[in-house]
Antibody, heavy 121, light 107 residues
Framework: EVQLLESGGGLVQPGGSLRLSCAAS????????MSWVRQAPGKGLEWVSD????????NYADSVKGRFTISRDNSKNTLFLQMNSLTAEDTAVYYC??????????????WGQGTLVTVSS | DIQMTQSPSSLSASVGDRVTITCRAS??????LAWFQQKPDKAPKSLIY???SLQSGIPSRFSGSGSGTDFTLTISSLQPEDFATYYC?????????FGQGTKVEMK
């Protein structure tokens, strides 16, 4: 059974940084792309970033480009999201997802339980 | 960016009802469309990918159809555990974008 467990969320001041982690089990981790999707309180879902199985290709939403960095450590089955220059608009629950490539296109199947990031002074 | 518009934004239904949710893309996305279910304070759950393919373990009362710009999620006989918010998402082009959600409430 695939399990994704996010950690690293918390309260951070505007302009601060945070690093999220997602520990994966029950899968051959380096066979799959992975993604981060976030959800602001009371709002809908927003794709944030994804990374290929080998880690050599990444994509970002315009809203986080230049501030967030996605990475992975395949030896530790762990996905990361380094978040810098945080603003109140980054306040959200952050989910990691397993993102299999179906006919050349990434989609989501398994989701973690999420970790809450609150940006506030 | 491709805009995804779901209708209705909410609906009231009873157990046993047939429920249909529509998702429209602002430009064609072929069949690169997924549906997700989310219950309050829970992570989303993947239901359908490629417009009509059921994820493993999803009951057959859920079905999806459509291609291009118009898509439908149908629940053939609503069960108590199906009251939730449903989202569509296109993954045909970057950035992947979600609809605003459709809340299915108990009548």
């Amino acid at each position: 059974e695939v399990q994704l467990l996010e950690s690293g969320g918390g309260l951070v001041q505007p302009g601060g940084s945070l690093r999220l982690s997602c520990a994966a089990s029950g899968l051959t981790f380096n066979n799959y792309a992975m993604s981060w999707v976030r959800q602001a309180p009371g709002k809908g879902l927003e794709w944030v970033s994804d990374i290929s199985g080998s880690g050599d290709r990444t994509n970002y939403a315009d809203s986080v480009k230049g501030r967030f960095t996605i990475s992975r450590d395949n030896s530790k089955n762990t996905l990361f999201l380094q978040m810098n220059s945080l603003t109140a608009e980054d306040t959200a629950v952050y989910y990691c997802t397993k993102s299999p490539r179906i006919n050349g296109y990434l989609c989501h199947d398994n989701w973690g339980q999420g970790t809450l990031v609150t940006v506030s002074s | 960016d491709i805009q995804m518009t779901q209708s209705p934004s909410s609906l009231s239904a009873s157990v046993g009802d047939r429920v249909t949710i529509t998702c429209r893309a602002s430009q064609a996305v072929k069949t690169h469309l997924a549906w997700f279910q989310q219950k309050p304070d829970k992570a989303p759950k993947s239901l359908i990918y490629d417009a009509s393919s059921l994820q493993s373990g999803i009951p057959s009362r859920f079905s999806g159809s459509g291609s291009g710009t118009d898509f439908t999620l149908t629940i053939s006989s609503l069960q108590p555990e199906d009251f939730a918010t449903y989202y569509c998402q296109q993954y045909n082009s970057y950035p992947p974008t979600f609809g605003q959600g459709t809340k299915v409430e108990m009548k």
